[in-house]
């Protein structure tokens, strides 16, 4: 009997026995609903002809469930699809809503082997981590641990390399963690991530940013990040030749109501998009040049770069930095016209996997609590919010980060 693995794009069917060498076979979820075999509705009872259209067909749509059975007419194994109910194409092309409670289809394993697509597939992605938990560090529970006798509130040299190494794990794994309960001094925490000779980076905006309304801390605060309003993914300082590779925000003041932190790992949505969804978006994000340019009262910047940059590690083209920003992205002029369209159908293709619940890290931040994240393969972004948030925001160079906590993860 074959079995069979649902994932969240797409099914796989793996078979008992390797006839003409297909050992496994992939699926989209709509090209199995567009090619449903049943006689209710997806094919004409008499003729057999296709009556479904594939035009009604949603891209995202998924399985409600799926079994490996038998087909009850020829008593073959096969699988059995259970969908949740899709429109149906009336007679002027408008559509209809469907009656059904849920649709069922039926793939004989002989049809499935005969008609695969994608065999024996060996080049996947998994989703981008997505819980909060996976990533999170509890600084006071760190300090009950590994209090240090003669200041209770501080950790022993053991629960500093301890605590260090929390994050080393967290940043090289999934490009972000969240402390909790770290403390109100942003300056005495800046040194959680870089040695004591080392600085931050120093922007436009300063030091350190105050991001909260009515900023008159820092220069150049004509900016989203200093109003209330929510601000979609995006890394920072895409305008800039040289991109800060980390940035910390340090919760001062949670909101009153919203205002909710949430992060995406551009990198493993990228490799998603490549293998699961889209090679062609995929080939566009990483070619086609975009203008990042920021415009400011007292202050402009201009970079050119696509929105996936490659680099060749050891032969092989990984992805090396995303630049996503909606808010200084600038006119897209250097695409033909005819090409146009394809290229924003990328880019919406690309935005539409980052919304979704199960790509994002969703994180509420309190006083005293903290995130930090990988600038160059992280996205990040904040819901609307009502009253006084306050976050302190600062950029720090990779190279101090990696080598402060590696040097502390190896004593």
């Known amino acids: 009997m074959a079995q069979i693995e649902l994932h969240p794009d ?209 220069s150049n605060n004509d900016q989203l990040g200093y109003t209330n309003l929510p601000v979609r993914l995006h890394t920072d300082q895409c305008y800039a030749e040289t991109v800060p590779g980390f940035q910390f925000l340090h919760c001062i003041r949670p909101a009153d109501v919203g205002g909710e932190n949430y992060f995406v790992h551009a990198e493993s949505a990228a490799n998603y998009l490549k293998t699961e969804v889209s090679r062609r978006a995929y080939d566009l994000l990483t070619t086609v040049p975009v203008r990042f340019d920021r415009k400011q009262s007292k202050f402009q910047a201009l970079h050119i770069d696509p929105i996936l940059r490659l680099g060749n590690k050891a032969g092989e083209h990984r992805l090396e930095q995303v630049r996503y920003s909606y808010f200084t992205q600038g006119p897209q002029t250097s695409v033909p016209f005819a090409d146009m369209r394809e290229w924003y159908e990328a880019l919406q293709t690309w935005d539409k996997l980052l919304y979704r619940d199960d790509f994002q890290i969703k994180a509420e931040l309190k006083a005293g609590d903290v995130v930090i994240y990988d600038n160059l393969k992280v996205l990040h972004a904040r819901n609307g919010f009502s009253g006084a948030r306050h976050m302190a925001g600062v950029y720090l160079s990779s190279s101090d980060l990696w080598s402060h906590l590696a040097s502390t993860n190896n004593k």
């Open 10 to 218: 797409w099914i796989r069917v793996a078979f008992s026995e390797a006839i003409n060498g297909i050992t496994t076979a992939d699926f989209h979820y709509f090209w199995l609903r567009h090619n449903c075999l049943c006689l209710n509705g997806c094919r004409h009872p008499t003729t057999r002809e296709r009556l479904i259209d594939a035009a009604v067909i949603p891209l995202n749509i998924r399985a409600l469930r799926a079994v490996v059975s038998s087909n009850n007419d020829a008593k073959e194994p096969a699988v059995t699809i259970f969908w949740p109910p899709i429109a149906t194409k009336g007679a002027r092309g408008e559509l209809e809503p469907s009656q059904e409670k849920e649709h069922v289809s039926v793939f004989p394993l002989d049809w499935l082997r005969n008609n695969a697509y994608a065999v024996n597939r060996k080049q996947t992605h998994d989703l981008p981590p997505h819980g909060v938990n996976l990533v999170t560090v509890d600084y006071q529970d760190l300090v009950t641990r590994y209090s240090d006798p003669d200041a209770p509130a501080k950790l022993t040299p053991e629960g500093i390399a301890f605590y260090k190494s929390q994050l080393y794990d967290k940043l090289s794994r999934y490009g972000v963690a969240v402390i909790r309960n770290r403390g109100s001094d942003t300056e005495e925490i800046i040194y959680d991530f870089i040695d004591p000779q080392a600085d931050v980076i120093e922007t436009h905006f300063g030091r350190i940013e105050h991001l909260r309304t009515g900023n008159t801390e820092n």
